[in-house]
């Protein structure tokens, strides 16, 4: 309804979690580089545990997670905890592609899920579960968790365990009867709320993923939006969703902090503790649907193969996709920039600079990448993951290079394979601008600044890299999902140079 309104190209503050949208604050990283830890070695065959209040990210951190679990990792994933300590097993045992009879007892059902993590762990793999919603699981299924790591060979754990679930998860793990599995939790996370300015660069993160050159909510909006959230992101979602709904109607060009105040109060936000039990059922049912929603994609795109595309586009997806899986994908790109070989560019893609190529992976949507303007290696996740080259997106049509053939695949055909991931390769020198740099090339990045949407940059166009340049490249990072050190290395010039520059399409491949 608003999207047009607002100049976005899809809705900003969806509460499904589709990670084109994902902003980490330095806590969700942290969170997220526990999970990691838990799916490697580091684990050590213990507990990781995850809590977090409803709707902090935990749902979507766990579909991160596993877009980054290693390829020798065999991941059984439990969404619905509220299982007896057999169907349990019969659930591990399906993700690990064991076949199981139903007649199978919890005696035969342990001894086949024994024999089929030794034979993972014999192929050098390594086996997950990871259980959400921990906190529903009863003592008794809790018992049988626990005497899931006793499995082990003489030197090894056999299951790493990752449990997420609210905060009633760490109160039912300190009741003295579960001590034993206590113990051997190895890495614990409590996911906070986001604060104040994480709660800003959040909504103007989503903005921009969404496509609008400009954030419609007004300072002190966007401050009352935090304080009536408090933090939670599924509920700064909501509100948001709820006020740019108010704003259309009024057809208010700002949206402001009593638009924010009246969409919260819509959402039984209210202060009273019966406002907030409301809020609190309605978000438990959402968080329910929400995982019921997600839980096919994210068990479909780990174990089957989706129904093939309309008989429209099957040549192209089924040469497209075979050739991806058959072939280097670097041997495509390469093809775009002369005197360069399909090792050069790999190279360039796995060390981030080499040959005077800089490759870096982004995360982004499609505006994002008509903003780049720059050819694209797009990481494909089913039926199977791979690459291919994008070209360019021509409306609502990408033009794809796969097998050495172009072709033109609808968008939407792309959504259903591709989760944001990309590589984006160009020629840069490895150029490095820091504070205390003088000369043209800051110049040039000042003069670039100034076109920023957003927030322009008010200096002096003098070239000199002062810390208030510094301090504004660091909060374009920020805005931008690039690494914050207020160093304008050549990803950041990219991305600078795209975004802010005046004449789209160009950009300087020399320095």
Known sequence: MYEQFYGFEERPFSIT??????????????????????????????????????????????????EQVPENARIALVLNPMLEPRELLRAICRDLEIEVDSSDGHEALGQKLNERLLEIHAAGERAVLIIDEAQNMSR?????VR???????????????????????????SRPSLRQLAQR????????????????????????????????????????????????????????DRALMAGYAREADRITPAMVRRAAAEVSLGESDGGRRALTATLAVAAVLVVLAISGSVIWSLNRVPEEPPDSVQPVWRQMLEQSARESPWRELATLFPESSAAQVERACNEGLADGLACHRLRGNWAFLRQLDQPVLLRLTRPREGRVVVLEIEGADALVRAAGQDFRVPLRQLDERWLGDFD????????????????????HL?????????Q?????????YSADFARWLRQFQRRHGLAVDGVAGPVTRLVLERVNSTEPGAIDQTD
């Not at 008794?140 to 049988?144: F, G, K, S, V």
């Not at 609210?166 to 039912?172: D, S």
């Not at 007004?218 to 948001?240: C, D, F, Q, Y």
């Open 17 to 66: 979690p589709d990670p084109r949208f994902v902003y980490l604050s330095p806590r969700h990283q942290d969170a997220l580089a526990h999970l990691l830890y838990g799916v490697g070695r580091g684990g050590s065959g213990g507990f990781v545990q995850l809590t977090g209040e409803v709707g902090t990210g935990k749902t979507t951190l766990c579909r991160l997670m596993l």
């Open 140 to 144: 008794e299924t809790l018992e049988q």
């Open 147 to 173: 005497l899931l790591t006793n499995l082990e060979t003489a030197t090894d754990k056999l299951l790493q365990i990752i449990l997420l679930g609210q905060p009633e998860l760490r109160e039912l793990l």
């Open 185 to 240: 939790i190895t890495a614990r996370y409590h996911l906070a709320p986001l604060q104040k300015q994480e709660t800003v660069e959040y909504v103007r993160h989503r903005i921009r993923i969404a496509g609008a050159q400009r954030c419609p909510f007004s300072a002190a909006a966007l401050k009352t939006l935090h304080h009536v959230s408090g933090g939670v992101p599924r509920l700064i979602n909501i509100i948001a």
């Open 424 to 443: 984006v390769l160009w020629r840069d020198s490895g150029e490095i601008l820091q504070q205390g740099d003088r000369g043209e090339p800051v110049e």
């Open 446 to 454: 000042q003069r670039l600044a100034v076109h920023d949407v957003e």
């Open 456 to 464: 322009p940059w008010a200096g002096a166009l003098d070239g000199d």
